[in-house]
């Protein structure tokens, strides 16, 4: 199973009700996560010394421990270590889309040929996101 991955508004919104009051299991009901993903959120919060029922914060203090805390909710492209060696190929990998080969082979000739360490499923979203749509052409 994948990983979930918050934005900073969804991650404030869960430290704000827990903030207030809120069980950490109704934080998670009323947000739709797992209460164990609440506590994570809170003890962060916890350590940098904020106690429910404290005085209010405003978003944009949720947004600065957020980011200091948990960098990669504020930055997603951290998470993408392996994009930058996909980037290094993006001229390879964009010729063999326009010559239609299937992003699976693409993958294999990427590990075999070049080295590259990172996943199928990893070639796909960088693919998604940074070629052009006439780059995605796919000819079956």
């Known amino acids: 199973m994948a990983r979930r991955t ?3 508004a969804q991650v404030t919104e869960m430290l704000a009700r827990w903030h207030r ?3 950490a299991t ?3 009901a009323a947000v739709g996560v797992d209460r164990k993903t609440v506590k994570k959120y809170a003890d962060c919060a916890l350590a940098a010394g904020i106690r429910p029922g404290g005085p209010p914060l ?3 203090d ?3 421990l957020i980011a200091r805390r948990h ?3 504020a930055q997603p492209r951290l ?3 392996t994009w ?3 980037d290094e190929n993006r001229d390879f990998i964009a010729q063999l889309r326009a010559a239609g080969v299937p992003q699976e082979r693409i993958w294999r000739r990427l590990r075999a040929e070049r080295g590259v360490l990172s996943s199928l499923a990893t070639l796909k979203r960088w693919v998604a996101e940074n070629l052009a749509p006439a780059e995605l052409v796919d000819v079956r």
């Open 79 to 81: 998470r993408r270590t």
């Open 71 to 73: 960098p990669v909710i």
């Open 26 to 28: 109704d934080v998670a």
């Open 62 to 64: 949720w947004t600065r």
């Open 21 to 23: 009051g809120d069980s």
């Open 58 to 60: 405003t978003a944009a």
């Open 6 to 8: 918050f934005t900073p």
């Open 84 to 86: 930058l060696e996909l």
